[in-house]
């Protein structure tokens, strides 16, 4: 950077301005605007028309009641990214960034070329060369931290560096009291990389914006500020399952906005209205559809699910399994309504109130199941409803009157109604029919390990030999999840 007749010292106007906005007692929004004007001020003092240059303010996320500071969230970010990036994803970052680094030491970090450094981690934004991270300080505690990058190395000077601390210095003051952490109560971990928090960042707004409209509807008021706290330590507990990894149920919970935490203490103490069947045996072969269904059921905007696929391919069994570990992520619970027999609209309408405690009377049956549901954080499971495609139209007026509710529902056939999400239920695995394997291996195999497990709840003795026999005809391997191979057993009398 040139160094000319450049000032290396903040605009004495500009630090009056900035401190006497602070000194009336500004809003979270107003603090935040004034940050803004501080990263913009120091990019237009430090980039001097090279175009290169970022600066990114990163805030530690609040700390819940159960655990320390985990993270740090990009809040604000002014300038120029590294080629073929964007500045509009704001990362969480952890022990494995140059942000947590410094918050870790409290102490500031400058890279003079990150392609020659192994000081420290590397950043994710892996074009920036030249770096200087410094800590929001105030007392013994951090807020947070800001930082300066820019693409080409050896782009900070001693007297750039000295400005830099000034910036920091007056970001530190826009922090309020409370956001300031001491090292006791910073417990970071490491957060996984940008292209796995971007599912989840992508509905940040969203989520903040439907909290703010649930709590309004109850009676519970938030700021969007407010509501923008609570989403951040969802998210960041969210993704902490697959930073840490640990395991819950098999994936990461992605919760709604409009879960437990998010409502009232005296909704969320109220009983589930009913539970969901446990299954008999275990699911088979289903990790990867697992998780996805999950991820997609508990986003906001998902309202209404629909597992689509032919008969036998595990539809029921799958949604058990998620509907079952998920239930918990829904204030009132989870309700599974089997629809097998029933075959017109005013069938379903009477099966539903029946699985919701709900009993006939002089009103329209329709109108009392939205009354009922109408304030209720519930997932209902309906289950078999290709063959009462009719009543789709009533799942629209349902949703539309019961904001907590959202339905996941198995059938052959798509609803084909608004807000519809599908998620087609593909068959088992297959194993290479063409390669010699041992029957361990072949038992590897999801299709041929669920069809091994229903034979031998028949047949406890079912021989190890009949068991490779009825595998050995490529001709006859035809899954279609595990209806096909069962059929294929019962032509060759195994069972």
Wanted: proline fraction near 7%; charged fraction near 20%; hydrophobic fraction near 40%.
């Amino acid at each position: 950077m040139c160094e000319g007749e450049h000032t290396y010292n903040i605009s004495s106007s500009f630090s009056t301005q900035v401190l006497t906005q602070l000194s009336s007692g500004p809003s979270p929004l107003e603090r935040r605007s004034l940050q803004e004007s501080i990263l913009q001020q120091a990019f237009l003092q430090l980039d001097l028309g090279h175009y290169d240059v970022m600066t990114m303010l990163a805030l530690c996320t609040p700390p819940s009641p159960r655990h320390g500071v985990r993270s740090l969230r990009g809040t604000l970010c002014t300038g120029a990214p590294p080629p073929g990036e964007t500045l509009d994803l704001k990362p969480y970052l952890g022990a494995e960034s140059l942000v947590g680094q410094v918050v870790i030491r409290g102490q500031r970090i400058i890279i003079e070329d990150s392609q020659r450094s192994v000081m420290v981690p590397l950043p994710r934004r892996a074009g920036h060369r030249s770096m200087a991270i410094y800590p929001l300080q105030w007392a013994s505690g951090i807020a947070g931290t800001f930082t300066v990058a820019s693409c080409r190395p050896s782009a900070f000077s001693p007297l750039h560096l000295q400005l830099l601390e000034q910036y920091a210095e007056l970001l530190a003051c826009t922090c309020e009291d409370k956001t300031f952490y001491i090292p006791g109560q910073m417990a970071l971990i490491n957060m996984p990389p940008i292209s796995v928090q971007e599912p989840y960042l992508s509905y940040f707004r969203a989520r903040v914006k439907t909290l703010c409209q649930q709590k309004e509807g109850q009676h519970h008021p938030i700021t969007e500020a407010q509501a923008e706290v609570l989403v951040w330590q969802q998210i960041e507990e969210e993704l902490s399952w697959l930073a840490m990894g640990e395991e819950r149920s098999s994936f990461p919970v992605v919760q709604k906005a409009a879960r437990s935490h998010s409502i009232p203490p005296s909704i969320s103490e109220s009983k589930p209205i009913s539970s969901v069947p446990t299954a008999l045996t275990p699911l088979i072969g289903r990790e990867k559809e697992h998780v996805s269904l999950a991820h997609m059921l508990v986003q906001p905007e998902i309202r209404l699910l629909t597992l689509t696929g032919p008969g036998g391919i595990g539809k029921t069994r799958l949604a058990l399994e998620v509907a079952h570990d998920l239930q918990g992520e829904w204030t009132h619970g989870a309700c599974f309504v089997d629809l097998i027999a029933t075959r017109t609209t005013d069938q379903v309408i009477h099966t539903l109130a029946q699985a919701l405690g709900k009993e006939v009377g002089q009103r329209p049956l329709i109108e009392v199941i939205q009354d009922f549901l109408r304030d209720k954080s519930l997932l209902l499971v309906l289950d078999n409803f290709e063959q009462v495609l009719c009543a789709a139209p009533s799942l629209t007026s349902l949703l539309t009157c019961c904001p907590g509710v959202t339905l996941l529902v198995t059938s052959r056939a798509r609803l084909r109604i608004g807000g519809e999400h599908e998620f087609p239920v593909p068959p088992l695995s297959l194993p290479d029919i063409e390669r010699e394997e041992t029957l361990e291996e072949l038992a590897g195999s999801p299709a041929v390990a669920l069809f091994l497990r229903r034979v031998q709840a028949i047949t406890p003795n079912f021989p190890r030999i009949a068991q490779r026999d009825c595998l050995a005809t490529e001709n006859d391997v035809r899954f279609s999840g595990h209806w096909d191979v069962l059929l294929y057993s019962q032509k060759r009398r195994l069972l």
